[in-house]
T-cell receptor, first 116, second 117 residues
Framework: DQQVKQNSPSLSVQEGRISILNCDYT??????FLWYKKYPAEGPTFLISISSIKDKNEDGRFTVFLNKSAKHLSLHIVPSQPGDSAVYFC???????????????FGAGTQVVVTP | NAGVMQNPRHLVRRRGQEARLRCSPM?????VYWYRQLPEEGLKFMVY????????ESGMPKERFSAEFPKEGPSILRIQQVVRGDSAAYFC???????????????FGEGSRLTVL
């Protein structure tokens, strides 16, 4: 039962342009969403998060948008840089609803390649 | 290094052997989570532990897998009688207790890559 879906397995973007990564979820209990970045042979690194009480959160070049009615979130990276080339995972948590809030549901990931 | 420490980074086992993976959480973190990543897939939750307690093991296979987080020492994920399908990257993550400085994110280690021959 895939509760978090990233339907684009890969994304290629030119340096300096915007990268847009999408994520859909099905479980209405999710109220906290995170994006992680992962390089090969390394662990996931936290990038940015958003609570369900917000529809936008911004941190430098990274902005996450949440559309609760559509159960959809997106990550915007602008401008994209070569060092952004990595796999990006969307994750969701029922943070406010349970003691097992750290039981994150991950999407399958999107491989981003930023070309010069 | 104050991050989540996992060892070994790579482990090769033959079918039927046992695998033990260790995880030391970040300083000040009392919650430990184990996740598994199969090739071409996202991370899948396995188990959530606090010191001397298993809080949620709903993602653990029913047989051969066990986890502990003793009062002293690292958390250990143990896989008995390994099979080829156990080959995966196993990630440990930690967090502080809920509330206070908890920002809702998990801090991941670099993973232990198990290969079963």
């Amino acid at each position: 039962d895939q509760q978090v879906k990233q339907n684009s397995p890969s994304l290629s973007v030119q340096e300096g342009r915007i990268s847009i990564l999408n994520c859909d979820y099905t479980n209405s209990m999710f109220d906290y969403f995170l994006w992680y970045k992962k390089y090969p042979a390394e662990g996931p690194t936290f990038l940015i998060s958003i609570s369900s009480i917000k529809d936008k959160n911004e941190d430098g070049r990274f902005t996450v948008f949440l559309n609760k009615s559509a159960k959809h979130l997106s990550l915007h990276i602008v401008p994209s840089q070569p060092g952004d080339s990595a796999v990006y995972f969307c994750a969701a948590s029922p943070f406010g609803a349970t003691d097992s809030w750290g039981k994150l549901q991950f999407g399958a990931g999107t491989q981003v390649v930023v070309t010069p | 290094n104050a991050g989540v420490m996992q060892n070994p980074r790579h482990l090769v086992r033959r079918r039927g052997q046992e695998a033990r993976l260790r995880c030391s959480p970040m300083k000040g973190h009392s919650h430990v989570y184990w996740y598994r990543q199969l090739p071409e897939e996202g991370l899948k939750f396995m188990v959530y532990l606090q010191k001397e307690n298993i809080i949620d093991e709903s993602g653990m296979p029913k047989e051969r897998f066990s986890a502990e987080f003793p009062k002293e020492g690292p958390s250990i994920l143990r896989i008995q009688q390994v099979v080829r399908g156990d080959s995966a990257a196993y990630f440990c993550a930690s967090s502080p207790p809920r509330g206070g400085t908890n920002t809702g994110e998990l801090f991941f280690g670099e993973g232990s890559r198990l290969t079963v021959l």
